[in-house]
């Protein structure tokens, strides 16, 4: 699942292969007849942007995707098969020593300079915390703005900080003991900069490419909660619960024992009527890594 560290991973790795590259041919089944005007351009520079993905081009333009929950930039060498079947690349990428490939992103979009400048949701985007130390200001303000929230669903707001996902959320909030459903208003100063700051050690931590990880024991968990639905609580021995947040029912994971619900009334997370509202879940598929994707 992509996340702050996954996408930062990838822009390291294409700007190894594809800094100074000429794009001999680009196709795409999603762009249509506008990739063509990417054939002959070099590629000067890529930049990550939280969950956010730029190459800027020698003629100003950018191409920018978004990952989503499934997307992924692979590499290989030209003439090498894909690991991933044909029909499911948003663009490819031909280039003299490489062809690089997006499969399945959310969102894939070729910028003007204007267009960039314009855009209106990368100018809303909150601090990307693997970019520099917001000022504690800012990452206040903004979580403030969003006091009405539970905070399960205001660290996936990537309005407020940019990077964070559903692991890292459900992971940052178990070490710090807040039940996901508190609302922001209930948290203090001190707490929502631990969030933000533990958020950014574990995603810092996590940008060497290895599989990852939360958690450095020897007994081989990666995860404190995060997938283990069902398992017993590291800590307490207590079933993992999972809960889903939000108009996309986004999955938390937390344990009952050692994030307690706050003494005020929770923010209810927005379920349709055919969801509960715990689900514990005792199976998690375990998802194998390959070697040339860059999730």
């Not at 762009?31 to 070099?42: E, M, N």
């Not at 942007?49 to 081009?57: A, E, P, S």
């Not at 459900?170 to 001190?190: A, C, M, Y």
């Not at 947040?245 to 024992?257: K, L, V």
């Amino acid at each position: 699942m992509p996340e702050g560290d996954t996408i930062h991973r990838a822009a390291t790795r294409l700007k190894s292969v594809l800094n100074g590259q000429t794009i001999n041919k680009a196709d795409s089944a999603w762009l249509g007849p506008l990739a063509s005007s990417l054939d002959g351009h070099t590629v000067e520079s890529i930049q990550a942007r939280g969950k956010h993905l730029l190459m800027f081009l020698d003629d100003r333009r950018a191409i920018h995707s978004h990952m989503g929950m499934t997307g992924s930039w692979h590499i290989y060498r030209p003439g090498e098969p894909w690991q991933k079947p044909a029909h499911r690349a948003a663009i490819t990428l031909n280039c003299p020593a490489v062809c690089v490939v997006c499969f399945t992103p959310k969102l894939l979009e070729i910028l003007s300079e204007s267009a960039l400048r314009r855009h209106d949701y990368l100018n809303r985007l909150g601090p990307d915390l693997l970019a520099g130390k917001p000022t504690d200001e800012e990452v206040l303000s903004r979580f403030r703005q969003a006091n009405n929230s539970a905070i399960g669903m205001a660290v996936l707001n990537q309005t407020i900080v940019s990077g964070i996902g559903n692991v890292y959320k459900s992971e940052v909030l178990f070490n710090l003991k807040i039940h996901p459903l508190t609302p922001v208003s209930q948290l203090s100063d001190e707490q929502l900069l631990s969030i933000v700051s533990i958020a950014t050690q574990m995603m810092e931590r996590n940008l060497d490419g290895r599989p990852r990880t939360t958690r450095y024991t020897l007994d081989g968990g990666r995860y404190y909660t995060y997938g283990r639905g069902g398992k017993p609580c590291y800590t307490c021995g207590t079933p993992i619960l999972v809960i889903r947040q939000g108009d996309a029912g986004r999955t938390t994971y937390f344990c009952p024992q050692c994030q307690p619900p706050s003494p005020i009334p929770t923010v209810a997370p927005q379920l349709e009527d055919t969801k509960p509202l715990v689900e514990v879940i005792t199976k998690q598929k375990d998802r194998n890594t390959e070697d040339h994707n860059l999730e």
